[in-house]
């Protein structure tokens, strides 16, 4: 026979012990039925061994305290008795507590809810379908947004009263200008790093001065374009994400649109609009700052002087190098701000959800910077420039 | 009043001043909640009553004076002491504050699983019996915050303040934006479990139904002060605000049924 007994240590552990007279079994209780003595008390009540009794006494003479769980356990073993088939005597406790067995013992009828278990295998492949139906679902979005905002601007094209001028220059100063030191360092740090590490291998063929070739077509063609959009996508489409969505959760979307106003026009023209004069001019400057960045390592590690330093730059970058770099900046930009702005009024109304949005904006649009990027390269290399 | 008089005082507050943004919120207020009373603190928007509840769990620090929980000082206490402490005491936070990544059982056996050991199976078990003593269907176990309606979550919510049997119950406006009729249940609700658990409650409100519905005394925060009282002594009292509240229209209105 199961039982707990009362530990000889401490005075107010819960206990029980089961006594038989005839066919009525006593169940005897007492000490703190509290939630931090479950544990002992559990595995006993739940396998309680009635053989034999038909009639089942729950005496709670001797409890101390009772909190939730101990009322618990008492109805649940009076309740595992009684589908046995056995007649069970209402528990009886000190008056104090009688409320609280009351209130559980008529609220809590209705059969614990089984949730269903899950299969591993089924659980990972539920979770690739989810993701790649999501994935597809993104894209067919995404495309339909960029209708939206072709048709949009071409609207505005027709009618250029429709553009918002102050709005436009606001998201110009935001997204170009206060760009302009994190863009310049890391575009400087970059020429660096490649100068550096082109000048290591370089050396080994006593080939030092082609580095400056390697810098001036690697940067310009690539690198410059590439950190600044990347640097944009994370700090200002993560910004319109934030800000539409913001705006999605304290009603103002809905304010703007009962007021009669258009929300593409009113705030994704002058985000996209700006961000796509202002990314080219920061490729421009952040291939400057690289090739300086470049042109300092140069200078100390391989002793090239300036002057050299040009004119090798010179043979260098030929043809289109500088303009294939600075081609693709518009495309990015406005890749960034298609995402940033779409992630913006996919927000839900829920603070959490601004956040998620927000970091799906900066991973999808660096993604697709890139991607693009490849695309790029690869046509123009078909291309032959 | 005279039975909790008598009763040793819970929290018990001295000399609080809170000063915000170059506010003085709370000017010297002394206030005293007994075992096994509900108190109700009203006020004006902005008047600082969330700063008070705050400033009792000890998420706001006071500016000056002294608040004592279950008779040890909340600024001393510190580690293992503030977790004893938070053990004793549940919250229950606007929109429920549940957290949005679990569902509504698994927020219900938080601090089950932080705080005790009991063996998963029983854990189940306690969670259900906790989301009925609240009155939720038990169908809501599974679903996430996100699917419930506000006054489902504001049960889960309590559900999970529960869930560690606490001898003290804040609750922070428990029936903002609730309809009247699930404001009333959940007045209710609250009177229930108050009673079968002889929960100690402070609560914040606007609603004066509630205030009607549940409370033992209701502490008024005005112009940085507390007036203490119940509804029929505080609608003869001297100040505007109070007699407003308690005797103007919607004052009325409430009390008169």
Redesign the interface.
Known sequence: MVTVARPATAADAAWYSIERQGDTLRLVVGGFWIISEARRLDPGLRALDAAGAARVEIDCGALGRLDTVGAWLLLRTKRILEHRGLVVQPVNVRSEYRALVHTIDTECRAPAVELPPRHRFTAHLERLGRGLSHALHQGYELVGFFGLIVSETIATVVQPRRLRVAALVHQMEETGLNALPIVGLLSFLIGVVVAYQGADQLRQFGAEVFTVNLLGVGILRELGGLMAAIIVAGRSGSAFTAQIGTMKVSEELDAIQVSGLNTVEVLVLPRLLGIMLTLPLLTFYSNAMGLIGGAVMCYFDLHITIPVFLHQLRSAVVGWTFWVGLIKAPVFAFIIALVGCHQGFKVERNASSVGRHTTQAVVESIFLVIVADAAFSISFSRLGI | MSAAAAAPAVIRVQGLVTRLGGRVLHDHIDLEVFQSEVLGVVGGSGSGKSVLLRSIIGLQQPTAGTIEVLGQNIADLDGDELVRMQIRWGVLFQDGALF?DQTVAENVQIP?REH????Q??M???A???L??V?L???A??KYP?ELSGGMRKRAGLARA?A??PELLFLDEPTAGLDPISAAQFDELVR??Q????LTVFMVTHDIDTLRATTDRIAVLVDSRITIGTIASLRDDPNPWIHEYFAGVRGRAALAT
């Open positions: 949005g089950l005790t050991d009991v063996p199976q029983l189940d078990e306690v259900s019996v906790k009925s003593m009155g269907p038990p169908d176990a599974g996100a529960l560690l049997d229930d479990l009673r079968s658990l002889r």
